[in-house]
């Protein structure tokens, strides 16, 4: 069965960096656009980033605008994203989600309205905690 797992994760102090993975298992990710998500405690889920297919458009949440980065090496079937600059209030369960639609604004738009049903397959997420 197709199942994504996040990693990388782990315990920072504020200002500190972690870079997480994307990975899929029985699902070649350079077919699909792929996000990242994460719910902090005693909060709903969001959307914070987002590339297509071909990793030539990109879409971040303004929270995390100039800190995160999110790259993909189709050639190692895995998306990643660089976290610098952590906040405490960066702390959360991260996800990532695969979408196989090709129009990436419409899943964008969607994803900012807490619409999450474009995204085909979800997984294991990993935990970041920023300690201030």
């Known amino acids: 069965d197709v199942q994504l797992q996040a990693s990388g994760g782990g315990l920072v102090q504020a200002g500190g960096s972690l870079r997480l993975s994307c990975t899929a298992s029985?699902?070649?990710?350079?077919?699909?656009?792929v996000g990242w998500f994460r719910q902090a405690p005693g909060k709903e889920r969001e959307g914070i980033a987002c590339i297509n297919v071909s990793g030539d458009n990109i879409w971040y949440e303004d929270s995390v605008k100039g800190r995160f980065t999110v790259s993909r090496d189709n050639a190692k079937n895995t998306v990643y994203l660089q976290m610098n600059s952590l906040k405490a209030e960066d702390t959360a369960d991260y996800y990532c989600?695969?979408?196989?639609?090709?129009?990436?604004?419409?899943?964008?738009?969607?994803?900012?309205?807490?619409?999450?049903?474009?995204?085909?397959?979800w997984g294991k997420g990993t935990q970041v905690t920023v300690s201030s």
């Open positions: 029985e699902l070649t990710l350079d077919t699909f656009n």
């Open positions: 989600a695969a979408d196989d639609t090709r129009n990436f604004v419409a899943l964008i738009q969607a994803i900012k309205k807490r619409y999450f049903y474009g995204m085909d397959y």
